[in-house]
């Protein structure tokens, strides 16, 4: 009976071993993909630059790929627009295999997942017994699917706001506006100016500190594309399965789940990030990957609580209204929020727009920010423009050709300019300039300035002087050229306000969105191409 006990055991180390070495293999496959995936998104921001853009255009087709490939990204703007737009079918690479094996994209592609794991990886080790605690499945995990409900029920309203947390918008914006300018800050000494760039590198930095104390907290709690692929992940055919008879109940497989998806139990399918952690972990290989398992050994469902998904769906349903109620987007709308050239008109773009701040990163000038609430809450991280820092250049359109949804347009620089066939339209107005009498130098104080008007782009200039003859305070006479604005060739780049020496919070001339040109036409031209739903 001895002989035949030591037989089994032997068999079973074998079969452990051999598993063991293959799957070792799989999770060091998984490994290299998270790093190349990661990699690739840094080498797609990082390209992402006017000067790449300009010297290679087939770039531009690639670096929104990252964006494009995001269902929920594709879902959301269908919603809000009933449009799909032909460069989001991309989606299609992640939606179908996720039907088939579960929810791969968070453990095997995720760019913001791979930072998680690392972060978790490297200091949120916990001793002993807490090690295998810490990845047990709390209800905690239920909120990622009320925040996708009530992001999607805003979004049905016409409200587009999962950039807010979408892991691949969320990371785009943070290299953007914090690390990638931090990184110049340290190497070069040179970097761009973003307001707002302690929030949203603060945003980041808390989100990944979390995972100190929680492996995995934002993929795991608040991740909205992780909820959507969860609750599509219930079809799976494949998953991981446990031989009940050979499971010990050590509990070792939860050593290093990544989803907290209970291996050592019922299987929670919305869960689980295919990452073959548990797999490896078990020392009796009682863990395998397999066709058609017993639904009896799975969860497939979400495990979310009715009462609070209809209140996650009821906090979208208001969302809507009291952001609109406010008036910041329609009757109140801010002069400061002065959208790029092609923008569509606001509700429009409110329905269209990521905020991944993408075209943000491609602005030669810097020129473009990402917004506070110009528009109120519901154009938070939207791009406006502040000619404080920079201008926009007559010549450039690269915001409206990284646009993956059409919020910004993709136009010829003849259509920006108003030549040629476009002449009768004009040149696209992006505000009115307004010379403030009380700042500028020649107006309030009788000192020779004429900088804005040398430097007005426009031909004719927009920008002319007014000669006059002013006597001062001790009797004597000064000729001054006093600088006017003819608003009917204004279109509003900038350049005067961002070159005007007069220096404090306020210029000797500005420009407010007054007059702006904003189409609500949607040409079917390139990445804007869409099938209407």
Not at 433 to 448: E, G, N, T, W, Y
């Amino acid at each position: 009976m001895g002989r035949v006990e030591s037989g089994k055991a032997k068999r079973r180390t074998n079969r452990f071993l051999d598993s063991g070495w293959n799957l070792l293999r799989v999770t060091t496959v998984r490994v290299v993909a998270q790093t190349v995936c990661f990699a690739l998104f840094v080498c797609f921001v990082w390209l992402t630059t006017f000067a790449n853009l300009d010297s290679y255009p087939g770039l531009r087709h690639w670096v929104s790929k990252v964006l494009e490939i995001d269902p929920l990204i594709g879902l959301s703007t269908a919603l809000t627009t009933h449009t799909v737009y032909k460069g989001l079918l991309w989606s299609l690479i992640i939606l179908v295999p996720t039907l088939f094996i579960g929810r791969f994209f968070c453990g095997w592609v995720c760019p913001y997942g791979a930072l998680h794991h690392f972060v978790g990886w490297a200091l949120g080790r916990h001793p002993g017994r807490a090690a295998i605690d810490v990845n047990r499945y709390r209800p905690l995990q239920r909120v990622k699917y009320y925040i996708l409900a009530g992001m999607l029920v805003a979004a049905a309203l016409g409200t587009l706001q999962i950039g807010l947390l979408d892991p691949i918008c969320l990371l785009y914006r943070s290299m953007t506006g914090a690390v990638l300018p931090t990184v110049g800050m340290a190497a070069t000494g040179e970097h761009g100016v973003y307001q707002g760039a302690w929030l949203i590198g603060g945003m980041l930095f808390g989100l990944v500190a979390m995972n100190v104390v929680y492996p995995r907290f934002f993929c795991r709690v608040l991740c909205p594309l992780g909820a959507l692929l969860g609750v599509l992940s219930r079809f799976a055919w494949w998953r991981i399965e446990r031989d009940t008879v050979a499971c010990n109940g050590c509990n070792r497989c939860r050593l290093g789940c990544e989803g907290a998806c209970d291996p050592h139990a019922s299987l929670r399918k919305a869960e689980c990030f295919v990452c073959f952690n548990c797999v490896e972990e078990c020392p009796e290989g009682s863990l395998s990957f397999r066709l058609f398992p017993p639904r009896e050994h799975e969860i497939a469902g979400t495990d979310t609580n009715r009462r609070k998904l209809v209140f996650g769906g009821v906090t979208g349903l208001l969302f809507f209204p009291l952001t609109r109620l406010t008036g910041r987007s329609t009757v109140d709308f801010s002069t400061q929020a002065i959208r790029p050239p092609g923008a569509v008109e606001e509700l429009g773009f409110l329905e269209r727009c990521l905020k991944c701040d993408q075209c943000i990163r491609v602005c030669p000038t810097n020129v473009l920010q990402p917004a506070w609430f110009e528009s109120g809450l519901e154009g938070l991280w939207t791009p406006v423009m502040n000619f404080r820092v920079g201008h926009c250049q007559l010549h450039c359109t690269a915001c409206g050709q990284v646009c993956p949804t059409g919020a910004i347009q993709q136009i010829p620089i003849a259509r920006k300019l108003g030549l040629g066939e476009f002449a009768e339209q004009g040149p696209i107005r992006l505000g009115t300039a307004h010379v403030d009498f009380s700042r500028c130098l020649p107006h309030s104080k009788s000192i020779q300035c004429v900088v804005c008007e040398e430097l007005c782009p426009t031909s004719p200039k927009a920008i002319y002087v007014e000669h006059v003859t002013r006597t001062r305070a001790d009797g004597s006479t000064v000729d001054l050229l006093l600088p006017r604005v003819d608003i009917d060739r204004c279109i509003g780049c900038g350049i005067c306000e961002r070159e005007c020496p007069v220096v404090g919070d306020r210029r000797g001339i500005f420009v407010t969105a007054e007059g702006e040109t904003r189409s609500a036409d949607f040409p079917d031209r390139d990445r804007n191409r869409s099938v209407r739903l």
